[in-house]
């Protein structure tokens, strides 16, 4: 069932479908306002928030170690703040952002809006960013500042959780369109791929965001961290055009495919 805020957002819609031309910016905002009110749910809050501060106590018992290095903190901020609490926030957000419209049947009212789609899985990305952004950044943030290794590792946490956030969110985004289990596939991308399968070598690691989260601490940093071989630019760069490539695909998804 849609909250208060998706039912408002459909009352644009009477007699079933409003068939008046909706604008790119139009389509955007009410994507916006549609997925965000879905994703209000205080019990998915509090756990993700419960999940974040997980690195935040452990950034903090790595500040309270006399002989704590920069290695040690940029490991705890790379393996467990990039590697498992920021990807799966993503996921629970991002990859419900359009598959939950879709499995309540609420995506059809957009579906059938004479409107672009790209707006729709925009609207969607930014609703899950504007959602996973507060539970996650300040706690990685607060992780790094609490290790007392320097504003270097803080500053540079901070860069890379923007950049993984914006990626990540992109591609569950696009992945819940594409498909119906999509915490099952994310899930295994996350814990599989990215977490044993892409730290084997440079060729595969490189088809993985963690690498790139890894490699802006590892290059601002000077911290020795494994497959974190590429330069901040390239870091940035590679995985928000990964994440401008998920969303067009899913745009794309969307424009070719019934929406029941």
């Known amino acids: 069932m849609i909250d208060e805020t998706a039912s408002a957002s459909l009352s644009a819609y009477p007699a079933g479908v409003d068939r008046s031309p909706v604008g790119a910016f139009d389509g955007l905002a009410v994507s916006y306002r549609l997925v965000l009110g879905q994703m209000r749910s205080t019990g998915r809050i509090v756990a993700l928030l419960l999940l974040s501060m997980t690195a935040?106590?452990?950034?903090?018992?790595?500040?309270?170690?006399?002989?704590?290095?920069?290695?040690?903190?940029?490991?705890?901020?790379?393996?467990?703040?990039?590697?498992?609490?920021?990807?799966?926030?993503?996921?629970?957000?991002?990859?419900?952002?359009?598959?939950?419209?879709?499995?309540?049947?609420?995506?059809?009212?957009?579906?059938?809006?004479?409107?672009?789609?790209?707006?729709?899985?925009?609207?969607?990305?930014?609703?899950?960013?504007?959602?996973?952004?507060?539970?996650?950044?300040?706690?990685?943030?607060?992780?790094?500042?609490?290790?007392?290794?320097?504003?270097?590792?803080?500053?540079?946490?901070?860069?890379?959780?923007?950049?993984?956030?914006?990626?990540?969110?992109?591609?569950?985004?696009?992945?819940?369109?594409?498909?119906?289990?999509?915490?099952?596939?994310?899930l295994a991308y996350i814990l599989i791929w990215e977490g044993f399968i892409a730290l084997g070598g440079r060729g595969v690691a490189q088809f993985a965001i963690r690498t790139y989260t890894r490699s802006i601490l590892d290059d601002r940093t000077g911290a020795d961290l494994a497959e974190a071989d590429f330069s901040t630019a390239t870091a940035i760069i590679v995985p928000l055009v990964v994440g401008l490539a998920a969303l067009t695909l899913a745009s794309w998804r969307l424009s070719h495919q019934d929406v029941d």
Request: proline residues 4%; aromatic residues 8%.
């Open 56 to 186: 935040t106590i452990a950034g903090f018992a790595v500040g309270s170690s006399e002989s704590a290095t920069v290695d040690q903190a940029a490991a705890v901020i790379a393996n467990l703040g990039f590697a498992v609490v920021l990807p799966v926030v993503c996921l629970v957000f991002a990859g419900g952002a359009i598959g939950d419209l879709r499995d309540d049947k609420t995506l059809v009212y957009l579906w059938l809006r004479p409107m672009n789609r790209w707006p729709i899985v925009v609207g969607a990305a930014l609703a899950s960013l504007t959602m996973a952004t507060p539970i996650v950044l300040p706690a990685i943030v607060a992780a790094a500042a609490l290790t007392g290794v320097g504003n270097g590792l803080t500053i540079a946490t901070l860069v890379a959780g923007i950049v993984g956030l914006v990626a990540y969110t992109s591609i569950f985004t696009m992945l819940g369109l594409w498909l119906k289990r999509h915490i099952v596939w994310g």
